[in-house]
């Protein structure tokens, strides 16, 4: 970031305000690591973290909860994609696989029994998954990697 908004100073020197259509981790990045004074402006309302499927839809897919279930959820997040975040199967209230909160929403937990059955690994819906740790998702986060 620091190189990009080196290479554009002319332009950042000249200009009054810096809008920036980014998510919200792009808009913080410029601010703090711009070397002249300008105001910078919020250009986008960052909904999620999204992955975008062939119809360019943007589906939110992970929460970034600390606590990985997906090698035991067949790669579907439950905690993201159950609105509920239920980790030790559905709720009760799917219909014909549809979710009760949202019915033109698939349920996770029934993506989750599919596929696992595909996978031959329905065992892995018996075991017993305990309270999830909130203590990895307490805000703000930091990782460091040396
Ligand atoms: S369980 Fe879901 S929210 Fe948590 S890290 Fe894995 S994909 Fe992300
Ligand atoms: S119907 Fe399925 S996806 Fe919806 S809240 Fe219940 S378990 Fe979660």
Redesign the pocket.
């Known amino acids: 970031m620091k190189l990009e908004l080196a290479k554009h100073r002319k332009a950042i020197e000249s200009s009054d305000a810096i809008l920036v259509l980014a998510c919200g981790l792009g808009i913080q990045s410029v601010k703090e690591n711009m070397r002249v004074q300008k105001p910078v402006h919020v250009g986008c309302d960052t909904l999620f973290m999204g992955a975008i499927d062939s119809g360019g839809s943007f589906l939110e897919r992970c929460s970034a909860c600390g606590d990985c279930v997906l090698e035991q959820t067949a790669m579907i997040c439950p905690i993201t994609?159950?609105?509920?975040g239920?980790i030790n199967g559905?709720?009760g209230?799917?219909n014909k696989g549809k979710?009760?909160?949202d019915k033109d929403m698939d349920?996770?937990?029934?993506l989750i029994y599919n596929e696992l059955k595909v996978q031959g690994k329905l065992h892995l819906l018996k075991e017993k998954r305990p309270p999830r740790d909130y203590s990895k998702s307490s805000k703000p986060r930091q990782l460091k990697l040396a």
């Not at 994609?81 to 509920?84: S, T, V």
């Not at 349920?107 to 029934?110: F, L, M, R």
């Open positions: 994609r159950c609105p509920k239920l559905p709720c209230g799917q979710c009760e909160i349920c996770a937990w029934i």
